[in-house]
């Protein structure tokens, strides 16, 4: 059973740096990681993904440069790293899970399995 638990969000402010974590049990040597952000009325957005087997990983280009996926395989964690926040990062963070193996991390959310409850990070000006 998979189970996907978010930590680390909060408030801060432009220009601060934030590391969110994602605990996620269950998990596969072969399955994806990836980090995804909601704001209200908006669609669910690929933040970053991360293959377990390979370690590759996909950055999107509204944070490359300023976040940066990682994980940690003995203790079944993957963090995303946010540096230089800016208002605009302000949403609902999400870790998800994809069981089907693949070669890089994909970016539409539908091609993910599993889901945590998000963590909101907030980025005041």
């Known amino acids: 059973q998979v189970q996907l638990v978010e930590s680390g969000g909060g408030l801060v402010q432009a220009g601060d740096s934030l590391r969110l974590s994602c605990a996620a049990s269950?998990?596969?040597?072969?399955?994806?990681m990836g980090w995804f952000r909601q704001v209200p009325g908006k669609e669910r957005e690929f933040v970053a993904g991360i293959l377990w087997y390979t370690g590759r990983t996909s950055v999107s280009d509204a944070v490359k440069g300023r976040f940066t996926i990682s994980k940690d395989n003995t203790e079944n964690m993957v963090y995303l790293q946010m540096n230089s926040l800016k208002p605009e990062d302000t949403a609902v963070y999400y870790c998800?899970?994809?069981?089907?193996?693949?070669?890089?991390?994909?970016?539409?959310?539908?091609?993910?399995?599993?889901w945590g409850q998000g963590t909101q990070v907030t980025v005041s000006s």
């Open positions: 269950g998990r596969t040597r072969t399955d994806t």
């Open positions: 998800a899970l994809r069981r089907k193996l693949i070669a890089t991390p994909p970016f539409m959310p539908n091609e993910y399995d599993y």
